[in-house]
């Protein structure tokens, strides 16, 4: 597609189920990112997959979240045994190189997963 | 520790005006800096960036600064337009490799 896809945009669940939030980066696009926005916070980093190197895992806040990328493209984030405080936002992005902003190395943002706790 | 800093939550401004906005951050591996623009219920999307060896980089009525020594930098948007108000985050890149690292983001009014 043109642009970084996500789904689902909106998921409501319930305390202790997991979820799964879904990732399709532009083609092409060696890097990607996952971060979420917790109400009236900023963009906390959660992880970062280059190409085939190991991932950067060093944002994910708990042993209850983990991501992987298949193939190079799709990237799955998955939170196990929800809480309250995982209601945020996930954003996923993606960028042809390292995303400095600068000759078209740009990080572009999907719309992002809306994930309500309950 | 928070390594991008937007001390200012919310700015307001009025149409015509300029909007000053700023970010001190801490790391001095820090080799990119970024500004992001967020509309509600969009993703962030990339604004301007400047390298840490410039000192000033502009693109239209939007202009960043950049104060290596006070490590601070600010986004000068010149004249300010209703269309401007959203979330403004500044951000920074590891020369290490690392994601961006984002601010809490400041939230621009601009009022017609």
């Known amino acids: 597609g043109a642009g970084v896809s996500q789904s689902p945009s909106n998921k409501v669940t319930e305390k202790g189920k997991d979820v799964e939030l879904r990732c399709d980066p532009i083609?092409?696009?060696?890097?990607l990112y996952w971060y979420r926005q917790s109400l009236g916070q900023g963009l906390e980093f959660l992880i970062y997959f280059q190409g085939n190197s190991a991932p950067d895992k060093s944002g994910l806040p708990s042993d209850r979240f983990s991501a992987e990328r298949t193939g190079g493209s799709v990237s799955t984030l998955t939170i196990q045994r929800t809480q309250q405080e995982d209601s945020a936002v996930y954003l996923c992005?993606?960028?042809?190189?390292?995303?400095?902003?600068?000759?078209?190395?740009?990080?572009?943002f999907g719309e992002g997963s809306w994930l309500t706790v309950v | 520790d928070q390594q991008v800093k937007q001390n200012s939550p919310s700015l307001s401004v009025q149409e015509g005006r300029i909007s000053i906005l700023n970010c001190d951050y801490t790391?001095?591996?820090?080799?990119?800096f970024l500004w992001y623009k967020k509309y509600p219920a969009e993703g962030p999307t990339f604004l301007i960036s400047?390298?840490?060896?410039?000192d000033k980089n502009e693109d239209g009525r939007f202009t960043v600064f950049l104060n290596k020594s006070a490590k601070h930098l600010s986004l000068h948007i010149v004249p300010s337009q209703p269309g401007d108000s959203a979330v403004y985050f500044c951000?920074?890149?590891?020369?290490?490799?690392?994601?961006?690292?984002f601010g809490k983001g400041t939230t621009l009014s601009v009022s017609s």
């Open positions: 083609s092409g696009h060696t890097a």
């Open positions: 951000a920074a890149h590891n020369q290490a490799g690392t994601a961006l690292i």
């Open positions: 400047i390298s840490s060896i410039k």
């Open positions: 992005a993606s960028s042809l190189g390292s995303g400095t902003g600068l000759s078209g190395n740009t990080i572009y």
């Open positions: 790391n001095s591996m820090f080799d990119y």
